[in-house]
């Protein structure tokens, strides 16, 4: 099947630690994105990619690095220097800009302990 | 940069009556598209419109896009319990950048 894979689905990080969420689609898009949901914020785009090895910071990227090595991957690592990092995150992937719909993984559910 | 305010962000329904969420954009859209993401669940995609005026339909929900490309909206008539969710509208400005832009989403509950 066709599709876009986050992984993991629940992640726990200590504080001050690095983690770094996976972003797998098989749907020969150009274009990946990464959001951030927080209850009651709707979806802020944290970066995105057109093209490989090639990205763009979003509405909300400090704190946050991407790499865009191979079209099919696209993976996002929360630093330590994002001050509030536990929220749900998207990965979504589009065929290419304009007019097209974004596919969007299940998610992953970074938690702070 | 763009900014595109979705209301109401809750909305209490009884099962049966209608529902609508409005989307108003700071800027001219080229495209508005609407997603819905159940509980516990990813977005996923519902519909795209691109032309100034646009309605169309999918069974009970009706989505049209405004005359000025700025604003959009979604009506389900006769609610079930299966609309259940929230609904984000994003929309695209064109021009070579990138990026959907989305609502905070409207939250339907349906009490049956």
């Known amino acids: 099947d066709g599709g876009i894979t986050q992984s993991p689905k629940y992640l726990f990080r200590k504080e001050g630690q690095n983690v770094t969420l996976s972003c797998e689609q098989n749907?020969?898009?150009?274009?990946m994105y990464w959001y951030r949901q927080d209850p009651g914020q709707g979806l802020r785009l944290i970066y995105y990619?057109?093209?490989?090895?090639?990205?763009q910071k979003g509405d909300i990227a400090e704190g946050y690095s991407v790499s865009r090595e191979k079209k099919e991957s696209f993976p996002l690592t929360v630093t330590s220097a994002q001050k509030n990092p536990t929220a749900f995150y998207l990965c979504?992937?589009?065929?290419?800009?304009?007019?097209?719909?974004?596919?969007f993984g299940q998610g992953t559910r970074l938690t702070v302990v | 940069g763009q900014q595109v305010m979705q209301i109401p962000q809750y909305q209490h329904v009884q099962e049966g009556e209608d529902f609508t969420t409005y989307c108003n954009s700071s800027?001219?859209?080229?495209?508005i598209q609407w997603y819905k993401q159940r509980p516990g669940g990813h977005p996923v995609f519902l519909i795209q419109?691109?032309?100034?005026?646009e309605v169309k339909k999918q069974k009970r929900l009706t989505f049209q896009f405004g005359e000025a490309k700025k604003n959009s909206s979604l009506h389900i008539t006769a609610t079930q319990t299966t609309d259940v969710g929230t609904y984000f509208c994003?929309?695209?400005?064109?021009?070579?950048?990138?990026?959907?832009?989305f609502g905070k989403g409207t939250h339907l509950i349906i009490q049956p």
């Open positions: 994003a929309g695209h400005s064109g021009g070579g950048a990138d990026g959907l832009t």
């Open positions: 749907l020969n898009h150009d274009a």
């Open positions: 979504a992937s589009r065929r290419g800009p304009d007019h097209t719909e974004a596919f």
């Open positions: 990619s057109q093209i490989v090895n090639d990205f």
């Open positions: 419109l691109v032309k100034s005026g």
């Open positions: 800027t001219t859209l080229s495209n």
